[in-house]
């Protein structure tokens, strides 16, 4: 297991597609996540720029080669399902027989079985961290009270996302002044877990000197 040092040097040295470092802002989080054996793919430390307002938020996801492999036999099934429907929409266009439509529409429904049994195993191969950042996020929780728009929740698409609750496009059109309050207090929320997680990890490690910051 990788000391908090070690993983700190290997974090700074982490860049997305566009070549970019982590976010500053949300650096220590990745970091503590990691180091609590909660493997993160992707972050945003939060911004109000040309871009719009964009939140905090850290995906989680296991390091696993044969769940992007799941993911890819999802994406052709989904593909082919989309195929045959729109093979349908062509077909009544046309006019073509009933009897015709339902035998593509068989083909269709035919792999709806082996699609939910992916997105099944997919789930499956993602409790693990799901749970343990759950057991965390209850913890702190526990005897913390701030508005319900603050709180730190687990969002479940693709991969798992730690994000505020007002993330969801709640403030896009809001004045720029409540825009920027958000964020801050957004950053403050998730600054304030990952001290919390930074003392259980370090309670976990007592020999290992907690670092100043």
């Excluded at 036999?73 to 093979?87: C, F, H, N, R, T």
């Excluded at 309050?181 to 403050?188: F, G, H, I, N, S």
Aim: proline content about 6%; aromatic content about 8%.
């Amino acid at each position: 297991m990788q000391t908090w040092d070690e993983l700190v040097a290997h974090f700074q040295t982490v860049t997305d597609g566009l070549g970019k470092r982590i976010d500053e802002e949300i650096f220590e989080t990745v970091v503590v996540l990691n180091a609590l054996g909660i493997p993160t793919v992707q972050s945003c430390g939060g911004h109000l720029d040309q871009r719009g307002l964009l939140l905090p938020w850290v995906d989680i996801d296991p390091p696993d080669p044969s769940l992007e492999e799941l993911r890819r036999q999802e994406e052709a099934l989904v593909d082919a399902i989309k195929g045959y429907y729109k093979d349908i929409d062509k077909m009544r266009e046309t006019g073509t027989s009933p009897e015709q439509i339902e035998e593509v529409r068989g083909q269709a429904l035919a792999l709806a079985p082996t699609l939910h049994s992916l997105q099944r195993e997919m789930r499956r191969m993602q409790l693990e961290p799901r749970k343990k950042l759950m057991h965390y996020l209850s913890l702190f929780y526990k005897q913390r009270l701030v508005p319900f728009d603050r709180h730190l929740v687990l969002i479940s698409k693709v991969r798992t996302r730690l994000q505020n609750q007002g993330t969801a496009d709640f403030f896009i059109t809001e004045p720029e002044a409540v825009q920027r309050q958000k964020l801050e207090e957004y950053q403050a929320e998730m600054r304030e877990f990952t001290t919390f997680l930074k003392q259980l990890y370090f309670a976990q490690h007592a020999s290992t000197p907690t670092p100043v910051g």
